[in-house]
């Protein structure tokens, strides 16, 4: 049996089939879109596609209404109208599958055994969640890839690559823009402790030193650098237009239609308040602060503190739907093997994140569905799913072994 398990879990059986899967549900996606009512295809892919039919034909890709995304996005996707509609969806399924090898060399740097490595990568390869999510052409496969590949080339010190691909992942989405503080507190230059009272102003100094160091000025260098090209380069094609819908929207966003965030009731009855838009930008503020605070408590473990960061940021934001979960749950599996958790304290805390989920989706049905006034019950579903999401993040870090150091090199 143990023989049989191995074989299983071989690197080539367990990517190729991965792969595999992923494509047979690409496959079936098409042949459901042809033949059946409801279909299969993000409504999403649908966007993209316009949006780089509009590039194709000398146009800007805001042209497309609801396309909220980078250009470069629509650029990606112009094989979609030049060779054929699934271009798009196998892209995304082989950045899903290059995701999961990322946290397999990721597990090998950081001390995990092969054979291990491969099972936890099992997590995500075999996960029917981001398999749906890719196959079905939405693209935040990409965006994992980049953020996994970026916490690589950190954990192997190759800091030139790391810097770009983080650069990359900010221009794609801005909410890696949050690991920019531990990523900054790993790389400063450690200070002397100081015990007497009289150097506590040399002691902050040192530490606002400890910063200026050349580590970081090239991570900051490479990664300013490469969001900044970007963003002027199509800011001069694209104009302002550019910056409102790529970044500057989503951060005024006021999503007052139903989703899991604790704030989307609140949004909704001041909708049409003055005070409106200062409300949103006031749901910050408790991101702000448990960001910074899980920044300095666990920037030592660089991958465990980014996990902590994607999470409370989904679970806090004033937006918050189901592909927002893939945003941390590609780094879940980089944090399970240094967890002391039992596989029945494991089990039950998953089964908590799915009753919680359950528990909004009821009243969510029957509003979206059956048109019933249930505005106030999706609300108290979203903070129950809050209070559940801050229980298992106060039981992973109570149960997290940090990891060892490394020095090992990727081959």
């Known amino acids: 049996m143990e023989r049989l398990t191995t074989t299983l879990t071989g690197d080539r059986v367990l990517f190729a089939a991965s792969f595999a899967v992923r494509l047979a549900l690409v496959v079936y996606g098409d042949y459901q879109d042809k033949t059946m009512a409801v279909k299969f295809t993000d409504i999403d892919y649908h966007v993209f596609t316009d949006a780089a039919r509009f590039i194709s034909q000398g146009e800007s890709p805001y042209n497309r209404s609801t396309y909220r995304y980078t250009p470069l996005l629509a650029w990606m996707l112009t094989p979609n109208i030049y ?64 953020v996994l590949g970026t916490l690589l080339c950190m954990e192997a010190r190759r800091l030139t690559w790391a810097a770009a ?12 823009v949050t690991y920019a503080l531990p990523i900054a ?73 139903h989703n899991f965030s604790p704030y989307f009731y609140m949004l909704y009855l001041t909708a049409d308040s003055p005070w409106s838009p200062w409300l949103g930008l006031a749901a910050f503020l408790p991101q702000v602060v448990l960001l910074t605070v899980a920044s300095w408590a666990f920037h030592r473990d660089l991958a465990f503190c980014c996990f902590l960061q994607t999470a409370i940021f989904v679970s806090f934001n004033k937006v918050c739907t189901s592909q927002y979960f893939l945003w941390y749950l ?9 967890l002391t958790l039992t596989l029945r304290q494991g089990v039950a805390l998953l089964l908590l994140w799915f009753a919680g989920q359950g528990i909004w989706l009821g009243p969510a049905y029957f509003l979206e569905f059956e048109g019933f006034n249930t505005f106030l019950l999706i609300w108290l579903a979203g903070l129950l799913f809050l209070v559940i999401n801050s229980f298992i993040l106060i039981q992973i870090v109570a149960h997290y072994k940090p990891a060892k150091a490394t020095q090992r090199k990727v081959e």
């Open 185 to 257: 507190l790993t790389l400063r230059t450690l200070e002397r402790k100081s015990d007497e009272v009289k150097d506590r102003w040399r002691s902050v100094a040192g530490f606002l030193g400890s910063f200026l160091n050349q580590e970081l000025f090239l991570f900051a260098g490479v990664a300013g650098g490469v969001f900044g090209t970007l963003t002027v380069l199509f800011y001069y094609m694209y104009g302002w237009e550019f910056l409102h819908e790529t970044y500057l929207y989503h951060l005024t966003r006021r999503d007052i239609r």
């Open 83 to 146: 060779l054929s509609m699934v271009f798009g969806k196998l892209l995304f399924i082989v950045c899903d599958v290059l995701s999961g090898l990322l946290i397999y060399r990721i597990l090998c740097v950081r001390g995990l055994g092969c054979q291990s490595a491969l099972r936890v990568c099992t997590l995500w390869l075999l996960n029917p969640l981001p398999m749906g999510v890719s196959s079905r052409g939405n693209a935040e496969s990409i965006l994992a890839a980049l």
């Open 165 to 176: 691909l983080y650069g990359l992942s900010v221009h794609m989405k801005i909410y890696p």
């Open 330 to 338: 590609c780094l879940l599996p980089l944090v399970i093997p240094q």
